[in-house]
């Protein structure tokens, strides 16, 4: 049994996620986790709010709260929203947690001990308007690089360049909007990343399967121009955690923070630590996931996230894994996402465009949104959200082919041989050739899902439901009972079987409706099929179900024009 340790990016704190960031990182590390699961397999799923930084401040500013009280309201909003999803997560942490704040201060005194980390005098824009330092994220303006207008001092998230606040052209405080700005010295600490590019890249280099969208990245901002950069890990900032030296004050870095592109992957370990402390466990029982001199040896330890989050992932947060000098577990593979754009632009929180992720349930429920985001996800490149794709994928794939199988078989069950599995006749050629296909098509739906091919596992659960669809049809069992009821019974009891069968392996991705089958079939056997001759046997003769309520209801025409109307817009 493979041990897996599962962790998704961490959200911001700054508001309700959109449905682009869902399928970015959370939801397809959640259909892994899912999966593992049902496979038997040992799974830590981790995730957090991202809770210091500009972002937090910004927002906690515009909604009139003090910053803590602002992330812990929105911490619980967006713990609500997961829960609406059926984000399996084993905890939902904090970044702004005691446990991150002791084990963000410990890595850097590790660092400091090993010589990475050096003192920097720097020249920072400050805000005559605002009254203070503007540190990266503060301050936007026009990408020098691609011309995006709406750039920040850190990072383009058009383009996804590394900038600083001074690369940018016409900036400004995202704070006021002032443009009254003048560079002033300051100091901070960096992260001495650059003389670690010979061991990254030895390490990058060692990871041949990981996807090409995160390798290119990892090795472009290793080789590209001056190659890996220094990195400042302090800012000018009064929310976060305080910089110290492990437990020691660290002298002339009084009153800054530590940088929260810092912090926040540490807390991937420091949320196993909060996962410990709420279920009443040990330090033995997180150390366990996390540090191979404590257990962590058989662990195999998957990221998800979107692309812009790969620099940090392949570079920063390993150099401080590697830099620490302690043992540590560091990632054996990054499953990186393109974007989902929203109907002819992009999706973005901080201007409100496209469907956030409580509007989109108070629309339709998690299992419409969990199908079409993954069976659409966007890996080899960018994708896009149409309201017309949409409504076309959830009535053809979802009520068409599963719901209508389901409510065929059911209801014809009922009409002829009650509420129960029925007895007599027996498979045939035609029942054998089913079961061999279907046996070669689940084969290969779990060597996508292992692989983590998100649309191609979908594409071929799909294609298992159609199996049992055309069986339907070329069997056609409401004939046969004209003529022999007993043939028509086996059709029928192995048609009943594979509902049961579907709602086990379609759980990863639509897990309430699989609930809703394994109920209707009155059945809690949910072990994953590895044999499918016995799983389709499972539901011997007699056995009772229940006709199910709708398993999926169609879109309209209307319904579609309303929401597309609805949703033109930005979000207020």
């Excluded at 699961?37 to 909604?63: I, N, S, Y």
């Excluded at 082919?401 to 409510?407: A, E």
Aim: with cysteine; glycine share 8%.
């Amino acid at each position: 049994m493979t041990r897996h340790l599962i962790t998704s990016a961490i959200p911001y704190i700054n508001g309700i996620k959109h449905l682009g960031n869902l399928i970015g990182s959370q939801l397809p590390a959640d259909l892994f986790a899912r999966y593992q699961r049902a496979r038997g397999q040992e799974v830590m799923f981790l995730c957090a709010t991202d809770e210091h930084g500009t972002p937090a401040e910004l927002a906690a500013a515009k909604a009139g709260k003090p910053v803590a009280e602002y992330c812990a309201e929105m911490h619980a909003t967006q713990a609500e929203i997961a829960r609406g999803f059926r984000l399996s997560f084993d905890h939902f942490g904090r970044s702004s947690s005691p446990q991150n704040h002791a084990l963000t201060q410990h890595f850097a005194g590790r660092l400091a001990e090993a010589g990475l980390i050096r003192e920097v005098s720097e020249k920072q824009v400050y805000s005559h308007a605002d009254g203070r330092f503007l540190p990266d994220r503060y301050i936007e303006g026009t990408c020098p690089n691609c011309g995006y207008d709406r750039a920040r001092g850190d990072q383009c998230e058009n383009c996804t360049k590394q900038l600083d606040p001074t690369d940018l052209i016409e900036p400004r405080s995202a704070i006021s909007g002032s443009t009254d700005l003048e560079v002033r010295e300051t100091k901070h600490l960096y992260l001495k990343q650059s003389g670690m590019r010979g061991q990254l890249n030895d390490w990058i280099d060692g990871k041949s399967d990981w996807p090409v969208l995160t390798t290119s990245i990892a090795r472009k901002w290793l080789n590209d121009g001056d190659g890996l950069q220094d990195r400042g890990i302090t800012r000018d900032l009064d929310w976060g955690i305080p910089v110290k030296k492990g437990d020691e004050d660290w002298p002339g870095m009084e009153g800054k923070v530590f940088y929260v592109w810092f912090d926040a992957p540490i807390e991937y370990i420091a949320c196993a630590g909060e996962w410990a402390e709420a279920n009443g466990k040990g330090e033995a029982d997180w150390q366990r996931w996390w540090r191979t001199d404590k257990g962590a040896e058989d662990v195999r330890y998957t990221q998800f996230m979107g692309k812009d989050n790969v620099p940090f992932h392949t570079l920063s947060f390993p150099a401080t894994i590697l830099g620490s000098g302690e043992p540590w577990k560091l990632v054996d593979y990054i499953k990186s996402f393109n974007y989902l754009n929203y109907d002819g632009g992009q999706f973005s929180t901080s201007q409100g465009r496209g469907v956030f992720m409580d509007q989109a349930l108070a629309i339709l429920p998690a299992d419409y949104w969990r199908w079409w985001l993954l069976s659409h996800a966007p890996e080899s490149s960018d994708s896009e959200f149409t309201w017309e794709n949409f409504q076309a994928s959830v009535n053809k794939d979802l009520a068409d082919v599963l719901g209508n199988f389901v409510s065929r078989v059911t209801k014809f069950c009922r009409s002829k041989f009650g509420e129960e599995v029925p007895e007599g006749g027996s498979f045939g050629p035609r029942e054998a050739q089913l079961i061999a296909d279907l046996t070669t098509r689940l084969r290969a739906y779990e060597g996508h899902m292992e692989a983590i091919e998100v649309r191609k596992a979908a594409q071929e659960l799909r294609a298992i439901w159609v199996a049992g669809n055309e069986y339907l049809q070329d069997a056609a069992p409401w004939s046969t009972f004209k003529t022999d009821p007993e043939q028509a019974a086996a059709q029928i009891r192995l048609a009943l079987s594979l509902i049961r069968f579907y709602a086990v392996i379609s759980s990863p991705f639509i897990p309430d409706a699989c609930e809703q089958l394994m109920a209707a079939m009155h059945s809690e056997a949910s072990d994953w099929p590895d044999d499918l001759d016995a799983a389709l046997a499972e539901l011997a003769p007699g056995h009772g179900f229940t006709v199910p309520d709708v398993t999926f209801r169609k879109i309209t025409d209307d319904e579609r024009a309303g929401w597309q109307e609805k949703f033109a817009g930005t979000r207020d």
